[in-house]
């Protein structure tokens, strides 16, 4: 079983909808967690960060995690057609030396 | 705009030849991380470099590949020989950590990839 698991998808939308991408993790040691979004042929770049429980807002973006239930998420609102790309979730342990990724939830918004 | 930068952007090669991938830090930044992408497997870490110093290779099947950092602005990953099963796109990303856990920035920035297919 890997570390972290996430739907690949693919999750198709019409813009304007909210989307919520998950991600399940089994290491409890997992203190660190991260949304990176990746557009197609390129590198992921680094969305949110948040660190333990709680949630976090950035403009149409909010990241929330459940440590209880080992299971975190990122909302869109009010998704547009620049949204289309592929999100990954990413996770540090508390030791704080390596980054763990799920391996990506395909996301296309339709005009 | 500092960004990562990762030489070639494309490379076929054939089974059994070398192919050594290049990157360059952004300038400044500590930490180097090399990743493999698939389909299948999703980004699986490599090699992860502090300092120039290697931290973690054991994603790394240590016959065939090898990742070095002979000076603070570049970063290689060979793999000798080559086989069909390491086609891939490979990413090299950099960051700044701090010695403990909450020293540092855990932000990585990655490069734009090498899409290697070994026929």
């Known amino acids: 079983q890997k570390e972290v698991e996430q739907d690949p998808g693919p999750l198709s939308v019409p813009e304007g909808a909210i989307v919520s991408l998950n991600c399940t993790y089994s290491?409890?040691?997992?203190?660190?967690f991260m949304w990176y979004r990746q557009y197609s042929r390129k590198g992921p770049e680094l969305l949110m960060y948040t660190y333990s429980s709680g949630n976090k807002e950035d403009g149409r973006f909010t990241a929330q995690v459940d440590k209880s239930s080992k299971y975190i998420s990122l909302f869109i609102r009010d998704s547009q057609p620049s949204d289309s790309a592929t999100y990954l979730c990413?996770?540090?342990?508390?030791?704080?030396?390596?980054?763990?990724f799920g391996t990506g939830t395909s996301l296309t918004v339709i005009p | 705009d500092a960004r990562v930068t990762q030489t070639p952007r494309h490379k076929v090669t054939e089974m059994g030849q070398e192919v050594t991938m290049r990157c360059q830090p952004i300038l400044g930044h500590n930490t180097v991380f090399w990743y493999r992408q698939t389909m299948m497997q999703g980004l699986e870490l490599l090699a992860y470099f502090r300092n120039r110093a290697p931290l973690d290779d054991s994603g790394m099947p240590k016959d065939r590949f090898s990742a070095e950092m002979p000076d603070a602005t570049l970063a290689t990953l060979k793999i000798q020989p080559s086989e069909p099963r390491d086609s891939a796109v490979y990413f090299c990303a950099s960051g700044n950590k701090g010695g403990s856990v909450a020293g540092g920035s855990y932000e990585q920035y990655f490069g734009p990839g090498t899409r290697l297919t070994v026929t």
């Open positions: 290491n409890s040691a997992f203190q660190y």
């Open positions: 990413a996770m540090i342990p508390n030791t704080g030396n390596q980054f763990y």
